[in-house]
């Protein structure tokens, strides 16, 4: 008969009460000395309260608090699978993660909710923030560069929850993408030709959709001898360029002093001197300060933003340049959009756990009240699906305009060649 999680959480109490915290500092790195101590510990409170205890149920018991103690719990095995790309905790008794882009619940647990809490903060100290009933909610950065995501009773009501955006080994690249279907081999080579002819590009696309993957594939593209500055909530960016420089945005502290936001770094980095500025994503009141970067000598700068389509993605930019208060009135909003941003990228997540590049669409200017669109490339799904499950769809090409911005930035940097090869204009 399996120990009951009551009898699993008295007996995780005694052997945490049992250990001395000198002895648990000395073992944290060597995890079978650790999990040799943990048993000896288990053998003796066992033994005290006389409660049954298979092997197997006490070998796992020890493992549970050896993983708690070295700060990732249940997360462990989770955290090390690399193909793994999301964790989600939902209290103790639900963890989930994301594979290929397709959510699954897991056979891992916690004993109950004050191990997790614990597993929680643990997690939250070692990248030096703190959480408690005061402040329930952190956002942070892992070491490794994954986000991390707490929140803790009374404000999740079912227990602690924790989500982590896992940060991949690896770096994909547009050969990769196309490889996987998110893009066609003609849409990869003219966003090649946009970003080394240094026009603005918005990425947009909802959570998840591999908005920063086209972010870092696109920045591959930028020449070497320019400078960059990269500004993110948590350092995502990873650029093979040798002049680089990151900043990174910092909350409050415990007095609720010393918060830089991204609009701090943004306003700062127009003073450094910058070829091109990338944002990790365009949240709110920086907008401002990004789209005057871009109408001024700042070319070939980049951002993402959370949107639908390139439509709804120029809608949030007028709504993020109203929260910077600078009063301005809409048409005049609208005319700096566009003649800020070229090209809008829009990814997203497909149901079949794919990632898709759905459109990239060109700011051609203003009519009217409106800012124009023009389609260039556009994904196009068909009815019915692939043996595997996955959706059934074509990539279109629309061609290119004349007065496009790229064309006359691609003569400008003599790649217009390249470029007419791509929509077969002689």
Known sequence: MKVSLEDQGRIREAILKSIKIQVIEELINDREKLLDEISSHA??????????????????????????IGGYGALRELIEDESVSDILVNGPEQIYVERAGKLELTNKRFINNDQLTEVAKRMVLKVGRRIDEAKPLVD???????????????????????????????????????????MSSDMANFLIIAARCRV????????????????????????????????????????????????????????????????????????????????????????????????????????????????DAVARLESMVMMSGMNMPIDVIRRNIASAVHIIIQVSRMNDGSRKITSIAEV???????????????????????????????????????????????????????????????
């Open 364 to 426: 051609m200017g203003i009519e009217g009240d409106r800012v124009v669109l023009q389609d260039i490339f556009t994904y196009e799904a068909q009815a019915g699906r692939c043996e595997d499950g996955k959706i059934r769809g074509d990539f279109r090409n629309h061609g290119l305009l004349v007065r496009s911005v790229v064309m006359q930035n691609a003569v400008f940097f003599d790649l217009d060649k390249e470029l007419k090869t791509i929509f077969g204009i002689s």
């Open 43 to 68: 053998e003796k409170v066992i033994g005290s309260i006389n409660i049954h205890v298979s092997l197997q149920d006490k070998r796992e018991l020890v493992e549970s608090i050896s993983d708690e």
């Open 140 to 182: 942070a950065r892992l070491a490794d560069g994954s986000r991390l995501n707490v929140v803790i009773p009374p404000i999740a009501l079912d227990g602690t929850s924790i989500s982590i955006r896992k940060f991949g080994k690896g770096k994909k690249n547009f050969m990769d993408l196309v490889n996987y279907g998110s």
């Open 200 to 311: 603005n590009i918005i990425v947009s696309g909802g959570t998840g959709s591999g908005k920063t993957t086209l972010l870092n594939a696109l920045s591959n593209y930028i020449a070497d001898n320019e400078r960059i500055i990269t500004l993110e909530d948590a350092a995502e960016l990873r650029l093979v360029q040798q002049h680089v420089l990151r900043l990174e945005t910092r909350v409050a502290g415990i007095e609720n002093t010393g918060q830089i936001t991204m609009r701090d770094l943004v306003i700062n980095s127009l003073r450094m001197r910058p070829d091109r500025i990338i944002v990790g994503e365009c949240r709110g009141e920086e907008t401002f300060e990004m789209l005057q970067a871009m109408n001024t000598g700042h070319d070939g700068s980049m951002s993402t933003l959370h949107a639908n389509t390139p439509r």
